[in-house]
């Protein structure tokens, strides 16, 4: 074990134990950042797409929509949606858009929770919008032809043959984004949500030991994205069976960023090489 | 194929499954923006005939081939299929209305579409590219579509690709495999977009030999082709486009060896010159 000789001022006994013996406070906090991360990433996924093909509609109302829509959101700072979002209508218009408790599902979740979780994903959305617009765009207009012509509609052809294909171009971004969600939650903390980053806050604001407290929670943060990549593994590999035989990116291409999926499967897309 | 009713299926399958469709088109249009790509085309295919349709690019050859089939809508003019008009249907007061995307789809599941690109879906084996049209579209039973799937690719010399990717296949398998689940619909007309104009030129004839014995079983087929040794060979009747309408057309004989249209003549002198006569065997090139 380190000795406090060696590093300074820093306390490794305490890294070490907010490290390797979270308590119950703090497995709150992470639990708040896991499923804050998870709604906020789906309500993208869905404002996404809804945004994504509105952005394709025929009626220049709905592309107008879509063009706000990202640009607005893509070009202003998150903390200063949530802030908006959370305080913005008591502020201004008198009312509380978020209350301090909500039953959803059964459970009560706080007002900053439901505030926070709605500023990510809208926020996700307008980036969703445009990597699903371009996964959609890069699959050939010749699949979804030759779909159609053996008699499927056009909403069947996209649910069955163009989505898929688009989904394997729209998950390494995907997961990209959610990398980020995972650590933008900590943003958060900033409208009183007590996710990991204001757990670690709150401890050194007591101890003064913020080094310890902040390097152990980038650890955590560490280990959430590493799940995830490996996750993401998962998933792209079971939406790309034509390649399942011939590729398996290893631990040490994932972890080194190295993994090649697109170019096989972009070679794959066209339906011939 | 090692079970006995499936060898039984493979057996007894036939490529052409129902009866062959008769084809009218009457001063057919289409406009591109200001381009006048089909300037009123007339066409009569009778059932089980086999049509080849050549002409310089830009004629409007698959133009007209993806209007048949509804993947462009038609400006002017009308094509019926065994007498049912496309993109329309009687209302119940006798006037017309535009058909529904459904409607639409309906029809097409009786016309085959091949293409130059084959269009197979990557993320499928041959074979499921053969069966999710007829179990999705017409509820056909999983156990039956694969029987028919393995017989058709059987037909089409591929049942020891069953299983493999289309990235995996060469450009004559992938547009083999194209066919087999075009005809896994049991279409009642074939068209063919240029199907060979990809490949390379030593997995041409493995196409044609495919489409030779589809049109012996007396499917009905329009080809757009630029294989004048097919067409002389197979072709009940050879249709010569060039701007948007149909220029010439004749039997085989007649129109490769004395083509009335000056245009025609220079068309066949140029296409037959460069080595366009497609496979070996194809008989020299008619005097200009």
């Known amino acids: 074990m380190l000795s406090a000789a060696v590093v300074g001022a820093f306390d490794s006994g305490t890294f070490l134990e907010r490290v390797f013996t979270p308590d119950s406070d703090f497995a709150a906090a992470l639990w708040t950042t896991i499923y804050i991360s998870i709604a906020a990433q789906l309500g993208g996924l869905i404002l996404g797409l809804t945004s994504a093909l509105a952005g394709q509609s025929r009626f220049i109302g709905f592309r107008f929509l879509n063009g706000l829509y990202v640009t607005v959101v893509r070009g202003t700072p998150v903390i200063v949606q949530a802030f908006f979002l959370y305080f913005g209508a008591s502020l201004l218009l008198g009312f509380d858009l978020f209350p301090r408790e909500t039953d959803v599902l059964g459970m009560s979740i706080k007002?900053?929770?439901?505030?926070?979780?709605?500023?990510?994903?809208?926020?996700?959305?307008?980036?969703?919008?445009?990597?699903?617009?371009?996964?959609?765009?890069?699959?050939?207009e010749g699949q979804l032809e030759s779909a159609m012509s053996l008699g499927m509609t056009r909403s069947q052809a996209m649910r069955k043959i163009v989505l898929p294909q688009a989904a394997r171009i729209i998950v390494p971004p995907l997961g990209n984004e959610f990398n980020n969600m995972m650590k933008t939650t900590s943003l958060l903390s900033f409208i009183g949500i007590n996710e990991m980053f204001q757990d670690a806050q709150i401890r050194y604001s007591n101890d003064a030991k913020s080094a310890e407290?902040?390097?152990?929670?980038?650890?955590?943060?560490?280990?959430?994205?590493?799940?995830?990549?490996?996750?993401?593994?998962?998933?792209?590999?079971?939406?790309?069976?034509?390649?399942?035989?011939?590729?398996?990116?290893?631990?040490?291409?994932?972890?080194?960023?190295?993994?090649?999926?697109?170019?096989?499967?972009?070679?794959?897309?066209?339906?011939?090489? | 194929m090692t079970t006995p009713d499936l060898t039984k299926v493979a057996g007894d399958a036939t490529l052409v499954a129902g009866r062959a469709a008769a084809l009218t088109a009457r001063g057919v249009c289409k406009s591109f923006g200001k381009l006048d790509v089909l300037r009123g085309i007339d066409l009569d295919v009778g059932a089980g005939e086999v049509v080849c349709l050549i002409g310089a690019s830009g004629s409007g050859k698959t133009t007209f081939l993806r209007c048949l089939n509804q993947l462009e809508t038609i400006d002017g003019g009308v094509v019926e299929i065994d007498g049912v008009p496309l993109g329309q249907r009687k209302k119940a007061d006798g006037t017309l209305r535009s058909s529904t995307g459904k409607e639409v789809a309906e029809m097409r599941r009786d016309i085959g579409f091949v293409f130059q690109r084959f269009n197979l879906w990557p993320q499928k084996t041959a074979l499921e590219n053969v069966?999710?049209?007829?179990?999705?579209?017409?509820?056909?039973?999983?156990?039956?579509?694969?029987?028919?799937?393995?017989?058709?690719?059987?037909?089409?010399?591929?049942?020891?690709?069953?299983?493999?990717?289309?990235?995996?296949?060469?450009?004559?398998?992938?547009?083999?495999?194209?066919?087999?689940?075009?005809?896994?619909?049991?279409p009642k007309l074939m068209l063919f977009d240029e199907p060979t104009s990809a490949l390379d030129p030593e997995t041409v004839g493995e196409v044609l030999a495919v489409m030779r014995e589809l049109a012996d079983e007396g499917m009905t087929m329009i080809c757009v082709t630029h294989e004048m040794g097919f067409a002389r060979e197979v072709a009940d009747r050879v249709v010569m486009m060039d701007a948007g309408v149909v220029l010439e057309q004749g039997d085989p004989k007649t129109f490769f060896a004395n083509p009335k249209e000056e245009r025609t003549r220079r068309f066949l002198a140029r296409v037959l010159d460069t080595g366009f006569g497609g496979p070996a065997g194809a008989p020299p090139a008619p005097p200009a």
């Open chain 1, 111 to 140: 007002g900053a929770v439901l505030a926070g979780i709605a500023a990510l994903a809208i926020n996700e959305g307008a980036y969703m919008s445009e990597i699903i617009r371009a996964g959609l765009t890069s699959v050939d």
């Open chain 1, 213 to 273: 407290h902040l390097a152990a929670v980038g650890v955590w943060y560490l280990l959430l994205t590493v799940i995830w990549s490996f996750t993401q593994a998962y998933i792209e590999r079971r939406l790309d069976p034509a390649g399942k035989s011939d590729r398996k990116p290893s631990l040490i291409k994932r972890l080194s960023g190295s993994a090649d999926a697109e170019p096989a499967a972009a070679g794959q897309a066209g339906g011939h090489v």
């Open chain 2, 131 to 186: 069966t999710l049209a007829p179990v999705m579209v017409c509820g056909v039973a999983k156990d039956e579509a694969d029987a028919r799937g393995r017989a058709l690719l059987e037909r089409v010399g591929l049942s020891d690709r069953l299983h493999t990717y289309p990235a995996k296949l060469s450009g004559g398998q992938q547009q083999r495999v194209a066919i087999a689940r075009a005809l896994a619909m049991q």
